[in-house]
């Protein structure tokens, strides 16, 4: 396991508790949707209702690349680094290559409207993505040809989609409350997940795709057996407000709303860390977390980019202390 990223060393406070700084990465001009990590370690992308779809090195703090995309609302890395998808209020994605810079394809109008997420396969031979128009849609990688009709999901509008690590099946989440699980091959409907009693926000597969993770704009995180198709725990009531987003690693992940971020152990399903604070009178859109465990990034209402270094937390995890409550309600420190 990596070490510890230096970026906002944590301190003790007169308490005892474990204290986080907030480090501040960079601002959209406007309203940020989505922010996705980078399997180095080290980048983030970000998009934009300012019309832009940003590359940001956490370290140096720089821009890499700043791309057009009208209206940019979704965002996603290729696994393997090389390449991001963008999708936007125009109903179309555009394809960027994340070592040169260059577009490499699109506009493809896929969508009849917003497009509200998108997420790559394992091979990165194929792209998935959602939108208001209650569609899924699953294209190749190189030419923006969807490999089947557009899906009709029932779902009213689809706020979130993801694929399953294995790449064989899609997992949807809809205005209508429920998660679908869809075959990635052939366009079947495989499951529907109801429990939720509002909007599904957003769904995340774990790493080993045994589980997938929910938030709703019913405040609730929920977690499923994919197998046993039903809720696995309890729901997590965490959040005063909607869940806006849901970022998962090996062993933990972290919710996002109006009421800040929280930081969770996967396997206990106990908060780690949080509140994660954000400036005042603004709001977490987006989380990521990256495979080092090593940072959690935020994006904004307001356009902002911001990281925590959460190593001292995961490294009890990773030394066998997943138990250890002496992290529990940790206190951040703004910078």
């Known amino acids: 396991m990596a070490a510890a990223t230096s970026h906002g060393d944590p301190s003790s406070n007169s308490s005892g508790k474990e204290q986080i700084h907030r480090n501040t990465l960079g601002s959209h001009e406007r309203r940020a949707w989505c922010v996705a990590p980078f399997p180095d370690n080290e980048r983030v992308v970000s998009a934009s209702d300012d019309n832009t779809v940003v590359v940001w090195n956490f370290r140096t703090k720089e821009k890499e690349y700043r791309w057009s995309h009208k209206g940019a609302t979704a965002v996603s890395v290729s696994h393997n680094g090389k390449k991001v998808v963008s999708g936007g209020r125009d109903c179309a994605l555009q394809l960027w290559n994340a070592e040169s810079g260059e577009h490499l394809a699109g506009p493809w109008k896929l969508h009849k409207q917003r497009v509200w997420s998108v997420s790559w ?132 992940f972290a919710t996002a709303s109006i009421d800040h971020a929280y930081l969770w152990n996967l396997k206990t399903r106990q908060r780690l860390a949080g509140p994660f604070e954000l400036s005042k009178f603004d709001e977490a859109n987006g989380v990521a977390l990256f495979d080092d465990e090593n940072t959690l990034a935020a994006c904004t209402e307001r356009g902002k980019l911001y990281t925590w270094n959460i190593g001292k937390i995961t490294s009890k995890i990773h030394r066998g202390y997943a138990e250890d409550s002496g992290f529990n309600d940790i206190v951040n420190v703004r910078i």
């Open 121 to 252: 396969s394992p091979d990165g031979n194929h792209i998935a993505s959602c939108s208001a128009d209650s569609t899924l849609i699953i294209c190749s990688a190189d030419s923006g040809e969807p490999i089947f009709e557009p899906l009709p999901t029932e779902q009213e509008a689809v706020h979130a989609v993801a694929y399953s690590p294995n790449g064989e099946s899609v997992a949807t989440g809809g205005q209508d409350s429920t998660i679908k699980i869809w075959d990635a091959r052939k366009g079947h409907i495989q499951a529907t997940l109801r429990g939720h009693t509002l909007s599904v926000s957003s769904v995340v597969w774990t790493k080993d795709g045994s589980q997938i993770i929910s938030g709703s704009v019913d405040h609730t995180v929920r977690i499923w057996g994919v197998s046993e198709q039903k809720e696995v725990c309890p729901a997590i009531h965490a959040h005063l407000h909607t869940i806006n987003y849901i970022a998962v690693s090996a062993h933990v």
